[in-house]
């Protein structure tokens, strides 16, 4: 950080599930270290990136809309920031198996340009937002954060890719840029297209959700808030060059995870679709997070209480959810 009292950060992607959230925290003073924050917003406003989920935040971030790939804008924008975070990523494993392109350009080549723009201004502090999907999976025990990369899907494959590029740029080049890796977020302003978010919404709508093979697929859930909380901790005191997991508070299965939310709507067994699994879909991820704990992080959602809090925000909140959710139909992605 430079002496200046407040600082400035830009955080890309902060229209976004995770991105906004993170923005509101900062903007409502849940950082102390950081209060007062003069925050720069960048967002492309692609499907899932909604000014509405910076509502709460108004009048407290200046915006830009554009996209991480384009060099030019980064250069005008960039300067003059004390930290820069990089939430920006196309982030839907299914999408990414469809069409690879749009991930490898956001998540990698958007990555390396935002990482040069960071080095050409002398940025003093860089945070990568990614994924235990780069891992691949793994059958037992937790991956530390020396473990080797094995990514299986596009998805994940072009997160690994941006990693690399982040530690690339801090070997080579000295860049003070830190990455995090984190496991399935859920909670509040998530686009209805991930498993909590979708199958909350169809139930709400009296809909049937669908279940991929036996259910068996095994996940790390953490709250939106603790993952940035997690992000926080890394932005003021991490490692330049470093590598820290944010782990969930709750490994379920698909199968467990679906038969909670039924239970919380009051639907049965009988709402639940068997679909065909998805292609090389990872059973089982895993952190050890004893990094991040290190500098002072502990998750603060319980489970059981942030997947209540979850659907009484979207019971509460249709306005929000509907329109993505016929816009997606009329895509042809009804879920």
Same mark, same amino acid.
């Given at each position: 950080?430079?002496?200046?009292?407040?600082? +400035? /950060?830009?955080?890309?992607?902060?229209?976004? !599930?995770?991105?906004?959230?993170?923005? +509101?925290?900062?903007?409502?003073?849940?950082?102390? %270290?950081? &209060?007062?924050?003069?925050?720069?917003?960048?967002?492309?406003?692609?499907?899932?990136?909604?000014?509405?989920?910076?509502?709460?935040?108004?009048?407290?971030?200046? !915006?830009?809309?554009?996209?991480?790939?384009?060099?030019?804008?980064?250069?005008?924008?960039?300067?003059?920031?004390?930290?820069?975070?990089?939430?920006?990523?196309?982030?839907?494993?299914?999408?990414?198996?469809?069409?690879?392109?749009? !991930?490898?350009?956001?998540? /990698?080549?958007?990555?390396?340009?935002?990482?040069?723009? *960071?080095?050409? &201004?002398?940025?003093?502090?860089?945070?990568?937002?990614?994924?235990?999907?780069?891992?691949?999976?793994?059958?037992?025990?937790?991956?530390?954060?020396?473990?080797?990369? &094995?990514?299986?899907?596009?998805? %994940?494959?072009?997160?690994?890719?941006?990693?690399?590029?982040?530690?690339?740029?801090?070997?080579?080049?000295?860049?003070?840029?830190?990455?995090?890796? *984190?496991?399935?977020?859920?909670?509040?302003?998530?686009?209805?297209?991930?498993?909590?978010?979708? !199958?909350?919404?169809?139930?709400?709508?009296?809909?049937?959700?669908?279940?991929?093979?036996?259910?068996?697929?095994? +996940?790390?859930?953490?709250? /939106?808030?603790?993952?940035?909380?997690?992000?926080?901790?890394?932005?003021?005191?991490?490692?330049?060059?470093?590598?820290?997991?944010?782990?969930?508070?709750?490994?379920?299965?698909?199968?467990?995870?679906?038969?909670?939310?039924?239970? &919380?709507?009051?639907?049965?067994?009988?709402?639940?679709?068997?679909?065909?699994? +998805?292609?090389?879909?990872?059973?089982?991820?895993?952190?050890?997070?004893?990094?991040?704990?290190?500098?002072?992080?502990?998750?603060? /959602? %319980?489970?059981?209480?942030?997947?209540?809090?979850?659907?009484?925000?979207?019971?509460?909140?249709?306005?929000?959810?509907?329109?993505?959710?016929?816009? %997606?139909?009329?895509?042809?992605?009804?879920?």
């Amino acid at each position: 950080m430079s002496r200046r009292s407040v600082p +400035r /950060v830009l955080v890309a992607g902060g229209a976004g !599930f995770i991105g906004s959230q993170y923005v +509101r925290a900062l903007a409502a003073g849940e950082y102390p %270290a950081w &209060a007062g924050a003069e925050i720069t917003v960048l967002d492309a406003l692609t499907y899932a990136g909604n000014l509405a989920n910076l509502e709460p935040a108004e009048g407290r971030y200046a !915006f830009v809309h554009g996209d991480v790939c384009d060099a030019g804008l980064l250069a005008e924008i960039v300067p003059g920031h004390d930290a820069v975070l990089n939430f920006a990523a196309e982030s839907h494993v299914d999408r990414s198996i469809e069409s690879a392109g749009a !991930f490898t350009r956001t998540n /990698v080549l958007g990555t390396q340009t935002l990482l040069q723009a *960071c080095l050409e &201004a002398g940025t003093p502090r860089v945070v990568q937002v990614s994924t235990d999907e780069v891992y691949g999976s793994i059958e037992k025990g937790s991956w530390g954060e020396d473990a080797p990369l &094995a990514p299986n899907s596009p998805y %994940a494959a072009s997160k690994a890719g941006g990693d690399l590029m982040a530690r690339a740029y801090a070997r080579t080049h000295g860049l003070p840029v830190s990455i995090t890796r *984190c496991g399935n977020n859920y909670g509040p302003h998530q686009y209805p297209e991930k498993i909590i978010s979708l !199958f909350v919404t169809h139930l709400l709508d009296g809909r049937a959700v669908p279940l991929y093979g036996d259910g068996g697929n095994v +996940r790390d859930w953490i709250h /939106v808030a603790d993952h940035c909380r997690g992000v926080q901790a890394v932005a003021e005191r991490g490692a330049p060059g470093g590598i820290y997991h944010i782990a969930g508070t709750a490994e379920l299965t698909n199968l467990e995870l679906t038969g909670r939310i039924l239970d &919380a709507l009051g639907a049965g067994w009988d709402m639940v679709e068997r679909v065909p699994d +998805r292609k090389g879909h990872d059973r089982r991820y895993s952190l050890s997070d004893a990094g991040v704990r290190a500098l002072g992080y502990v998750p603060e /959602v %319980a489970f059981e209480d942030g997947l209540a809090e979850t659907i009484r925000w979207y019971a509460a909140n249709r306005t929000w959810w509907e329109p993505l959710k016929k816009r %997606a139909e009329d895509d042809g992605r009804s879920g």
